[in-house]
């Protein structure tokens, strides 16, 4: 069983930055693949970045690459979401999930969800 909490949303300017939190509880957190998804007002929830247990190779929606870079740090159960570049555009609730498969931007396949934390980017 795996809990997430997300943090660090809030209210930015356009061109800002922000550094999104997921905390997780369970002593198998470095197994997952963990998963940043975001969902805005009357559209579906969508795919933004993901990281593999090890770190290696993250991968990226092409509307957030080069402007976002996801993180981890498996000795503090902590994924990170450093969104840079910020557009209005960007503004969603943003979930972070977990999976034990290696590599998926299908939310479907995704065993564990936090709350979510709102980003808004003012234009």
């Known amino acids: 069983q795996v809990q997430l909490v997300e943090s660090g949303g809030g209210l930015v300017q356009a061109g800002g930055s922000l550094r999104l939190s997921c905390a997780a509880s369970?002593?198998?957190?470095?197994?997952?693949?963990m998963t940043w998804f975001r969902q805005a007002p009357g559209k579906e929830r969508e795919f933004v970045a993901g990281i593999r247990w090890s770190g290696i190779m993250p991968y990226y929606a092409d509307s957030v690459k080069g402007r976002f870079t996801i993180s981890r740090d498996n000795a503090k159960n902590t994924v990170y979401l450093q969104m840079n570049s910020l557009k209005a555009e960007d503004t969603a609730v943003y979930y972070c999930?977990?999976?034990?498969?290696?590599?998926?931007?299908?939310?479907?396949?995704?065993?564990?969800w936090g709350q979510g934390t709102q980003v808004t980017v003012s234009s």
């Open positions: 999930a977990a999976t034990l498969k290696l590599y998926s931007r299908n939310q479907h396949e995704y065993d564990y």
């Open positions: 369970g002593r198998t957190f470095s197994t997952y693949t």
